[in-house]
């Protein structure tokens, strides 16, 4: 894109910021937000992050968010726990340097001492000491379809989680609370599954080409038209991997002389595509506006390092949903920002599209936004539409670039044709293209799962993060030695979930993350729900200290609330 591209795309709206005089609460209490005049009965106290923008001008809808702080006692209880596991870990060390354990970590031969390093030290001993432990809680091999419920192959471990074998025994039925099936496609009956077959006789499973050469189908050119209706945009381009759509396109978008704006909590494929681009980078706190302007302000204030002049292009890079936080991206505020100040917006709605939004069309729906205000939409197909691959959407001569200049749109093989199939149908379906409901059935009955679960895990006692109508759920855990016993708990009443530690997060805030589907029934979220209960009982994990929510209808139905 270039400078006159810009001066297009942008203009010069004001955003003007407000706050409220609220105390924050103390260490131990809920610490949260809702930006929408309501009653004064129902506000509460601030999140643990303080220096927010207030703007409820800009919203049209509650934005109602949680991020309770730890427990003073329970975070220094969780760094004593790391504390003791590092002196235990640099002792085993000393034992394996003499021979006196066995060493089956990966290690430099003594004639590559000289070279550069292939292994950071610290990241080494992190995984050989403290994620061995608890290495069984990953990577465990599926055997059935991983939707509502699944099949897993059982595995042991003689060696302290070195190396798995398969016992032969496969745990049936477990409820999957870990995959991204936000809609349930990932299914292989139904409407969408006897269309990837029709194709899949009709043009094959893969393509064996890159789409300039002999590997543009006509179906590649029906997706995009069909994610370009969905979007509301003027063009949009598809590619075979969610991860490179980023990685790959960022670069192409941003170079030398330019400026990116990254939230602190993007993901690693943003991260990347970021570094990768050659382009400074600066780092705003998560969510934070008033983070946010100080940068751009800073930014054409000073202009690039040594030289002072203006930086060609300032890209602001968002995610819609954060995946380990639950939280949803301030966008009404960032497009004011953005606006006020000339820069572009990225948006990654990979968590966001088809999951939030009374229409499924992700956070721009969400908010009730115009797409057009987005210069630069992308998206992943592996969530929500049960398949894979990525999408970029805008503007057509944004688009038409990317044609040109991406590496993923030139270098990579095209998209294999059942699962282009599988991202049509199930698109139809939610936009209500196929003549049923089905669609609006599925965004009403994950925004109720999402209601009611996370209200109940609040009921508990759990320390749970992130937006009220976001199907990513964190409990908090902190401590070391609860990551993997929650997992295995968890597993034994046969539930299946994601626990997440250092690095995906910070080192004191380890977590379990719940993913919601459409395809849970209440049945399943009950049984869920008294797993965790139990469990959260037998580990201590009721850290919670705050008062019981209000009751909450969920997205579908809250403007019902405040009508006239």
Same mark, same amino acid.
């Given at each position: 894109?270039? @400078?006159?591209?810009?001066? +297009?795309?942008?203009?010069?709206?004001?955003?003007?910021?407000?706050?409220?005089?609220?105390?924050?609460?103390?260490?131990?209490?809920?610490?949260? !937000?809702?930006?929408?005049?309501?009653?004064?009965?129902?506000?509460?106290?601030?999140?643990?992050?303080?220096?927010? &923008?207030?703007?409820?001008?800009?919203? %049209? %809808?509650?934005?109602?968010?949680?991020?309770?702080?730890?427990?003073?006692?329970?975070?220094?209880?969780?760094?004593?726990?790391?504390?003791?596991?590092?002196?235990?870990?640099?002792?085993?060390?000393?034992?394996?340097?003499?021979?006196? @354990?066995?060493?089956?970590? *990966?290690?430099?031969?003594?004639?590559?001492?000289?070279?550069?390093?292939?292994?950071?030290?610290?990241?080494?001993?992190?995984?050989?000491?403290?994620?061995?432990?608890?290495?069984?809680?990953?990577?465990?091999?599926?055997?059935?379809?991983?939707?509502?419920?699944?099949?897993?192959?059982?595995?042991?471990?003689?060696?302290?989680?070195?190396?798995?074998?398969?016992?032969?025994?496969?745990? %049936?039925?477990?409820?999957?609370?870990?995959?991204?099936?936000?809609?349930?496609? *990932?299914?292989?009956?139904?409407?969408?599954?006897?269309?990837?077959?029709?194709?899949?006789?009709?043009?094959?499973?893969?393509?064996?080409?890159?789409?300039?050469?002999?590997?543009?189908?006509?179906?590649?050119? @029906?997706?995009?038209?069909?994610?370009?209706?969905?979007?509301?945009?003027?063009?949009?381009?598809?590619?075979?991997?969610? =991860?490179?759509?980023?990685?790959?396109?960022?670069?192409?978008?941003?170079?030398?002389?330019?400026?990116?704006?990254?939230?602190?909590?993007?993901?690693?494929?943003?991260?990347?595509?970021?570094?990768?681009?050659?382009?400074?980078?600066?780092?705003?706190? !998560?969510?934070?506006?008033?983070?946010?302007?100080?940068?751009?302000?800073?930014?054409?204030?000073?202009?690039?390092?040594?030289?002072?002049?203006?930086?060609? +292009? /300032?890209?602001?890079?968002?995610?819609?949903?954060?995946?380990?936080?639950?939280?949803?991206?301030?966008?009404?505020?960032?497009?004011?920002?953005?606006?006020?100040?000339?820069?572009?917006?990225?948006?990654?709605?990979?968590?966001?599209?088809?999951?939030?939004?009374?229409?499924?069309?992700?956070?721009?729906?969400?908010?009730?936004?115009?797409?057009?205000?987005?210069?630069?939409?992308?998206? &992943?197909?592996?969530?929500?539409?049960?398949?894979?691959?990525?999408?970029?959407?805008?503007?057509?001569?944004?688009?038409?670039?990317?044609?040109?200049?991406? !590496?993923?749109?030139?270098?990579?093989?095209?998209?294999?044709?059942?699962? /282009?199939?599988?991202?049509?149908?199930?698109?139809?379906?939610?936009?209500?293209?196929?003549?049923?409901?089905?669609?609006?059935?599925?965004?009403?009955?994950?925004?109720?799962?999402?209601?009611? =679960?996370?209200?109940?895990?609040?009921?508990?006692? =759990?320390?749970?993060?992130?937006?009220?109508?976001?199907?990513?759920?964190?409990?908090?855990?902190?401590?070391? *030695?609860?990551?993997?016993?929650?997992?295995?708990?968890?597993?034994?009443?046969?539930?299946?979930?994601?626990?997440?530690?250092?690095?995906?997060?910070?080192?004191?805030?380890?977590?379990?993350?719940?993913?919601?589907?459409?395809?849970?029934?209440?049945?399943?979220?009950?049984?869920?729900?008294?797993?965790?209960?139990?469990?959260?009982?037998?580990?201590?994990?009721?850290?919670?200290?705050?008062?019981?929510?209000?009751?909450?209808?969920?997205?579908?139905?809250?403007?019902?609330?405040?009508?006239?």
């Amino acid at each position: 894109m270039t @400078e006159s591209s810009a001066n +297009k795309l942008l203009n010069g709206d004001a955003c003007h910021r407000t706050s409220n005089g609220k105390r924050s609460s103390k260490n131990g209490f809920v610490k949260n !937000h809702c930006v929408f005049q309501q009653p004064q009965k129902y506000r509460r106290p601030r999140e643990k992050n303080q220096n927010v &923008t207030r703007n409820s001008s800009l919203y %049209k %809808k509650p934005f109602s968010e949680s991020f309770e702080e730890t427990p003073l006692v329970v975070a220094v209880l969780t760094y004593m726990g790391y504390g003791i596991l590092t002196v235990f870990g640099y002792l085993r060390d000393f034992l394996r340097y003499w021979s006196m @354990e066995k060493c089956n970590v *990966a290690q430099e031969k003594e004639e590559q001492k000289d070279f550069v390093p292939l292994y950071q030290d610290f990241e080494n001993f992190y995984t050989r000491n403290l994620y061995m432990r608890i290495r069984d809680n990953w990577n465990r091999p599926i055997c059935s379809v991983p939707g509502a419920k699944m099949d897993l192959v059982e595995r042991a471990s003689h060696d302290y989680n070195w190396t798995f074998e398969d016992t032969g025994r496969v745990v %049936k039925d477990v409820i999957n609370m870990g995959s991204y099936n936000y809609l349930g496609f *990932a299914e292989n009956t139904g409407a969408c599954a006897d269309a990837a077959i029709e194709v899949t006789q009709k043009y094959g499973p893969g393509v064996g080409s890159t789409r300039c050469e002999m590997g543009n189908l006509d179906i590649h050119e @029906e997706l995009e038209q069909l994610v370009t209706r969905f979007l509301g945009v003027e063009s949009s381009l598809a590619f075979g991997m969610g =991860f490179a759509t980023n990685s790959m396109n960022i670069p192409a978008l941003t170079g030398k002389g330019c400026l990116i704006l990254s939230d602190e909590l993007n993901h690693a494929s943003l991260v990347l595509g970021a570094r990768l681009s050659g382009s400074p980078i600066r780092v705003f706190k !998560h969510n934070n506006m008033i983070s946010l302007e100080k940068l751009l302000r800073d930014a054409i204030a000073h202009g690039q390092p040594r030289t002072h002049r203006p930086w060609k +292009k /300032i890209l602001i890079v968002v995610e819609g949903i954060y995946s380990m936080e639950g939280s949803i991206v301030r966008l009404p505020e960032v497009i004011a920002l953005k606006k006020r100040y000339k820069a572009y917006l990225y948006l990654d709605e990979a968590h966001s599209i088809g999951a939030l939004g009374p229409n499924g069309k992700g956070v721009v729906d969400y908010f009730g936004l115009d797409p057009k205000d987005v210069d630069i939409m992308m998206g &992943t197909f592996t969530k929500s539409f049960g398949a894979a691959g990525g999408y970029i959407g805008g503007k057509k001569e944004l688009i038409d670039y990317l044609r040109r200049h991406s !590496h993923s749109a030139l270098y990579a093989t095209s998209m294999s044709p059942p699962v /282009i199939q599988q991202i049509i149908t199930s698109m139809k379906i939610i936009m209500g293209e196929d003549g049923t409901t089905l669609g609006a059935d599925r965004l009403r009955q994950l925004s109720e799962n999402t209601t009611y =679960f996370r209200r109940r895990l609040c009921e508990m006692g =759990f320390i749970i993060y992130g937006n009220d109508d976001s199907p990513v759920i964190p409990l908090m855990l902190y401590m070391p *030695a609860k990551i993997g016993a929650f997992g295995r708990e968890m597993l034994k009443r046969n539930i299946g979930t994601v626990v997440v530690g250092f690095p995906a997060t910070p080192i004191i805030e380890s977590r379990a993350r719940f993913c919601l589907s459409a395809a849970h029934t209440r049945e399943m979220l009950d049984t869920a729900l008294d797993a965790a209960n139990e469990v959260g009982d037998l580990l201590q994990l009721k850290y919670s200290r705050r008062e019981q929510p209000r009751p909450s209808l969920g997205w579908m139905s809250e403007e019902n609330l405040f009508q006239d």
